[in-house]
């Protein structure tokens, strides 16, 4: 059996260097086949690694988008649900969204934005991300120009109706469209 076990062990280390090298205790990879290794990560890291990035700001105004598109639709669902009128106001100045309802006695001709008394009156603060700027927004009559924007939700469940374009430091733009109709709140990747 020993034999056996010789005569195999010598045809292998006759047919191959490599494994004569094992055998011997010589084995291992030389600084050539370490130096193609390291290069070929790095030049794949080097590709992969501005994708993540890419991705990960699009992920950022994805969520602001979504967050965006859940308010205003839990205004729609206080004003039907309370049978009052709710307000979703843009404050673009301060990067956010206010939603107010009639009986939060909000001044509708100049609301204070600046006071904080008048923005503890709000059921929800939504502030959007620093790299995330709001940029178009359209009612059902055109462009908005005035400042701040507001959308009404009524108690049979409709709405005042807009769109709100969204967009990121990296020209990725999402637009949210809430129908003056039905006051159904949408979300589009532009």
Not at 37 to 51: D, F, H
Not at 73 to 100: G, M, N, P, W
Not at 127 to 134: A, G, N, R, S, Y
Request: glycine content about 4%.
């Amino acid at each position: 059996m020993d034999e056996d076990r010789s005569a195999i062990r010598r045809t292998v280390l006759e047919k191959s260097p490599r494994k004569r090298a094992f055998f011997k205790g010589l084995a291992g990879y030389t600084l050539l086949e370490l130096l193609v290794v390291l290069i070929i990560i790095s030049l794949l890291s080097a590709m992969v690694v501005p994708k993540l990035v890419g991705s990960l700001a699009s992920l950022n105004i994805q969520t602001a988008a979504k967050r965006m598109a859940s308010s205003l639709r839990y205004a729609r669902e206080q004003a039907v649900s309370e049978k009052t009128t709710c307000v979703a106001l843009f404050d673009i100045d301060e990067h956010r969204l206010l939603i107010f309802s009639n009986q939060d006695k909000l001044d509708e001709t100049s609301p204070d934005l600046s006071s904080e008394a008048e923005v503890s009156k709000t059921r929800l603060v939504y502030e959007l991300p620093t790299d995330i700027t709001v940029e178009k927004i359209e009612s059902s009559s055109g462009d908005v120009e005035s400042e701040p924007f507001r959308i009404y939700f009524f108690p049979n469940g409709s709405s005042t109706g807009g769109k709100i374009t969204l967009r990121n430091e990296r020209r990725k733009r999402f637009q949210i469209t809430v129908d003056f109709i039905t006051a159904s709140v949408k979300i589009t990747d532009e």
